[in-house]
Nanobody
């Protein structure tokens, strides 16, 4: 059984920082592109950042220079360091794992709430 478990969300003031973590079980993340998506109320889910097995990172324009994605394959964990947070970053953040070859299986975490407010 595959599980992705996120942690690290919470309430933070504008300009603050949070680090999200996502730990996988049931898969070998060495073969997966790992990513973070977010969904704000009444909006569609959007890509925030991805990191391939070769550690190539990609970011949505709105978070470039503020967020950093990283991975620790030994710990089966992917991180999202979020700095200079803005109210517009408020959303539920979801972890995603997508197999890079073959069946291209995809898995999602249950989400963690990030609220940026004074």
């Amino acid at each position: 059984q595959v599980q992705l478990v996120e942690s690290g969300g919470g309430l933070v003031q504008p300009g603050g920082s949070l680090r999200l973590s996502c730990t996988a079980s049931g898969i070998n993340i060495n073969f997966y592109t790992m990513g973070w998506y977010r969904q704000a109320p009444e909006k569609q889910r959007e890509l925030v950042a991805t990191i391939t097995s070769g550690r190539m990172a990609n970011y949505v324009d709105s978070v470039k220079g503020r967020f950093a994605i990283s991975r620790d394959n030994f710990k089966k964990t992917v991180y999202l360091q979020m700095n200079s947070l803005k109210p517009d970053d408020t959303a539920v953040y979801y972890c995603n794992a997508r197999l890079e070859l073959g069946s291209r299986n995809e898995y999602w975490g249950q989400g963690t709430q990030v609220t940026v407010s004074s």
